[in-house]
């Protein structure tokens, strides 16, 4: 694939991905108010499906052997996921000090990286992700010697580091759960991210697709499941999904995630066997999967602002 093909697809679908996923941020808040608009979520939510984005790439592999990895596209995508989580840390560290983020002093900032737990889970964070850009870099211009295995590790303990730390951490198991929901809806995202950012052709898809839903099934039962426990845990019961801005948010979150199911179900009965008999056009492939994504990218939003509301 040439670099020219795989940026401009690149660019076409995290164009969409962007602006779905603020819209989550803005329904999120539209169901919270009048709390204050959740700035820091709409940097969380490109944080979190850069990524994913980078944990599905480095995955894709395991799909079709014989897909290159876009080492130049690996790189940039992953140096992108490093600054906006060195924003996200900078809102956070304004949030625990107490003040608004311009007025957040390099003194103050310091002391939370070196003192408070979330600062210190924040530079491993960045540790993480500037490796990841870094080797990617390097394997760009030798790619007979990198391997993805390598990104995928980091890629995925990164993105286990903050819900493992997160609000869910103070109840029972709740790192476990929480770390295993962000993994599994990062893979379910980031690995059909991948397919429309790097399959190109018919063959492609009739290979890669169906393997992609054979993986995606346990995937959305995970993050069914994991989320479901968490959120009955966090709200405390069925009434304040209604009465709060929190248990509203879930439960639009709920409900894009159900349809999700559907659509997926619908995909597998239409689209995946067709892709397989090599009946479904590449460019088709790609619009079923960019519209997939998109609604995905919505659920993140409102995932991103209930991880700043708790």
């Known amino acids: 694939m040439s670099g020219v093909t795989t940026g401009g697809r690149g660019a076409r679908t995290l164009l969409l991905i962007v602006p779905a996923g603020l819209l989550g941020v803005l329904l ?3 169901l919270d108010i009048p709390a204050p608009m959740p700035t820091e979520g709409g940097v969380r939510v490109i944080a979190d499906c850069t990524g994913a984005t980078v944990l599905g790439l480095a ?3 395991r799909l079709h052997t014989r897909l290159d990895p876009p080492w130049r596209l690996l790189a940039v995508l992953a ?7 060195f924003a996200v840390l900078a809102f956070e560290a304004a949030d ?11 003194a103050q900032f310091g002391t939370f990286l070196v003192e408070i737990s979330g600062g210190q889970v924040g530079i491993a964070i960045l540790v993480g992700t500037g490796a990841i850009a870094c080797y990617c870099a390097v394997a760009f211009r030798r790619p007979d010697t990198a391997s993805t295995d390598l990104v995928l590790v980091f890629a995925a303990v990164t993105l286990a580091l903050r819900p493992i730390t997160g609000h869910m951490s ?3 198991f709740g790192s476990v759960l929480g770390a295993v929901h962000a993994l599994a809806a990062a893979a379910w995202f980031g690995l ?3 397919l429309a950012l790097v399959v190109r052709t018919r063959g492609e898809w009739a290979v890669t697709l169906p393997r992609y839903s054979a993986a995606a099934l346990p995937l959305i039962a995970t993050v069914a499941t994991t989320g479901i426990i968490n959120g009955l845990v966090r709200v405390g019961g069925l009434a304040p999904f209604v009465t709060t801005g929190y248990g509203r948010i879930l439960l639009a979150k709920t409900l894009v995630l159900v349809g999700l199911l559907a659509l997926g179900w619908w995909w597998r009965r239409t689209w995946v066997r067709r892709a397989a008999d090599h009946r479904a056009t590449a460019e088709s492939s790609l619009r079923r999967a960019v519209l997939e994504v998109v609604v995905m990218a919505l659920a993140f939003g409102l995932a991103a602002t209930l991880a700043v509301t708790a």
């Not at 625990?96 to 390099?106: I, M, N, P």
């Open 170 to 172: 103070q109840q029972p």
């Open 59 to 61: 995955a894709l592999p």
């Open 79 to 85: 140096g992108i996921w490093c600054a906006t989580e």
């Open 28 to 30: 999120a808040w539209a």
């Open 96 to 106: 625990v000090v107490g003040v608004a983020l311009t007025r957040l002093g390099g």
């Open 192 to 194: 059909l991210v991948a």
